[in-house]
Structures are given as structure tokens and as C-alpha cells.
């Protein structure tokens, strides 16, 4: 029966000329498409999926292989058979890397937080009001996506130090201006300032969106300016806000320069721990164990991002 079916369906392509030319020429071009993504591909796969498994590996104790030669020479390197959690039990029993766990994850927050309510400052009163307050505030947002990070971070650093802009302003009329360089909250006012241009540009394009029917019919009905934001903008703007709170957190996370330039010595971020751990201390497994611990919080931030995604596709009808 299987065979007669599959004679009748090739019995009813033949009758039809045109259909199977136009199954091969589908064929020729998935192959085609295949074979352009593919190098770029190979290469992600080679150069940074490869290392990844590797660091991993390594950091549950899998030392063969070509993670042989950093296990020799590293420090306080633990073999497991299969895999053991020696690594996370070193971190996790070393009270320094708690204090900078901490610090981590308080300053993607409060960057985070403050990041988003100045990209939505900013979008609301573009998108309400516009003028030249608008358009200087939006303009002055952006302007850290023309700075490089490290002259940024250094700008900062010197404009809050003990002996910078803010201290010697304070001091042409006798007064003690704070000294935030070094600090963790010079930390999060740089990372801020980094991250900023990003936000806003997410934020103002989903509010842009907003039809204007909706705010007029909003204002029509006696809504006030603060129920307009809160019930029609920052909500329909949901989706990119969502996306851009990601976005700032998973970067504010692994961020290097800014707190290596800004930071104080102790706490600091845990992607300065990994270079400390592996260059200063010779704990190459350690770095790894922090690499992952990195890596997993992170993940916990980028489901923010899938579901956005994941909601954009269901409202559009892709999902």
C-alpha cells in the first residue's frame, strides 16, 4: 500500500511539469543559504562555543585534554572523576568573593533601575511634550554612545576624585565636596552613563509608538498626565523596556573597564575578580567557577529577554 502511494504521488508530480523543477530549485537555495551561514557559524562554534564548554568543563574539574597545560601551571587546581565542585566550594567558602557577589549584583541593580527611570524620564518627555527640552534631553542621552568606555570611565573617575572638578568646585567657597572615585557609587554612576544611550533609544521608539488617539482620548476623559504614563505608555511600551532592562543588566554584569577604573579596591565586580583570579592569584579554576556563576545569573536576566521576544512574536502572530 506504502509503495502504491508513493507511486501515485510521483506519477502525480510527473503530470504536473512544474513542480518538480520547483522543488529542486527550493532544494538549490536552502542549500545555498545553508552553506553562506554556515562559515560564520563554524566560526562562533570554533572560537567561542569550543572555549566556552571548555571553561566550563575546567571549572568542574575536567583538567585533560586541552585544558591540560592551564591546569598544570595554575594553583589550587581540582580534578574530579567526573566532575567534582571543589572550585565553587573554594569561592564560595572565601568571604571576599561574597562581599563582591554582592557588590555585583547591588550595583546591576540600582544601574539598572536608574538606567530605565531616566530612559523613560527622558522618552515621556519626548514623546509629550517634545519642544527643545525634549530634544536637548534626547540629545545629551545619546552622547555616551559617541564616547569610548575607557575615556568615559576615566572622565568620570577624575571628575569625582579627591582632587577633581566637583571637590575643587566645592572648595572655592570653603566646602567639602563628596569624593565618590573609587567607590561604588561612582561605580554606578559611570556604568549609568554607559548604558544610558541604549535604554533611551528603546524606550523613545516604543513610545513614538503610541498612537496618538490613545493620549487624546486619555486626556478627553480627564486622565491626568501621571495616569497617562503609568496606564498607556509605560505599558505599551512594556516589550522595549523589558529588553532594554536586559540588555543593561546581563552588560553591567560581566562589565570590566568601568569598575577596574572607577571601582575601589574592595568590593569590586566579579568580572574583575576573573582577571584578578587568573593573572594575580594563578586560580585559573577559580576564574572559570566565577565565569559560570556570572554566566548563570546572567541567564536568569536573559529569560526577561525571551519572554519579551516571545510576547512580541504571540501579538504579531508568529507564535
Known amino acids: 500500500m ?14 504536473r511539469p512544474g513542480v518538480a523543477p520547483a522543488r529542486r530549485a ?45 591546569a598544570a601551571i595554575g594553583q589550587d587546581v581540582h580534578q574530579g572523576a567526573p ?3 571543589a572550585a565553587y566550594a573554594d569561592l564560595f567558602a572565601d568571604a571576599r568573593f561574597g562581599r563582591d557577589l554582592v557588590a555585583t549584583v547591588l550595583v546591576t541593580v540600582c544601574t539598572t533601575v536608574l538606567t530605565l527611570a531616566l530612559a523613560i524620564g527622558i522618552a515621556v518627555t519626548l514623546r509629550l511634550r517634545g519642544g527643545w527640552a525634549g ?48 567607590t561604588v557609587t561612582g561605580v554606578i554612576i559611570a556604568s549609568v552613563w554607559v548604558n544610558l544611550p541604549f535604554a533611551l533609544l528603546m524606550a523613545a521608539s516604543g513610545m513614538q509608538g503610541v498612537p496618538d488617539a ?32 536586559t540588555f543593561t543588566a546581563i552588560g553591567v554584569l560581566g562589565q570590566f573597564t568601568v569598575p577596574y577604573f572607577t571601582g575601589p579596591s574592595a568590593p569590586q565586580q566579579l568580572g574583575v575578580d576573573i582577571s584578578k583570579y587568573f593573572q594575580s592569584f594563578n586560580h585559573p579554576q577559580q576564574a572559570a567557577a566565577i565565569a559560570v556563576v556570572v554566566f548563570l545569573i546572567a541567564s536568569g536576566v536573559a529569560a526577561l529577554y525571551v519572554w519579551a521576544n516571545f510576547r512580541t512574536a504571540e501579538k504579531e502572530g508568529r507564535a
Open 214 to 245: 490613545l493620549i487624546d482620548a486619555a486626556r478627553d476623559a480627564g486622565a491626568s498626565t501621571s495616569a497617562i504614563i503609568g496606564r498607556i505608555l509605560v505599558p505599551m511600551a512594556g516589550i522595549p523596556l523589558v529588553i532594554a532592562a
Open 135 to 182: 530634544s536637548v534631553l534626547s540629545g545629551l542621552g545619546v552622547v555616551p554612545l559617541f564616547i569610548p568606555v575607557v575615556i568615559a570611565s576615566w572622565a568620570i573617575l577624575t571628575f569625582y576624585s579627591g582632587d577633581g572638578f566637583v571637590r575643587s568646585l566645592f572648595a572655592q567657597w570653603g566646602g567639602e565636596g563628596p569624593v565618590l572615585g573609587f
Open 26 to 70: 527550493e532544494r538549490r537555495s536552502a542549500a545555498a543559504g545553508f552553506s553562506l551561514a554556515l562559515p560564520p557559524v563554524l566560526l562562533l562554534a570554533l572560537f567561542v562555543g569550543l572555549p566556552v564548554v571548555l571553561a566550563i568543563g575546567f571549572s568542574f574539574g575536567m583538567t585533560g585534554g586541552l585544558n591540560s597545560t592551564v
Open 2 to 15: 506504502i509503495e502504491s502511494s508513493l507511486s501515485t504521488g510521483v506519477r502525480a508530480d510527473r503530470a
Open 83 to 85: 566532575f567534582t565542585l
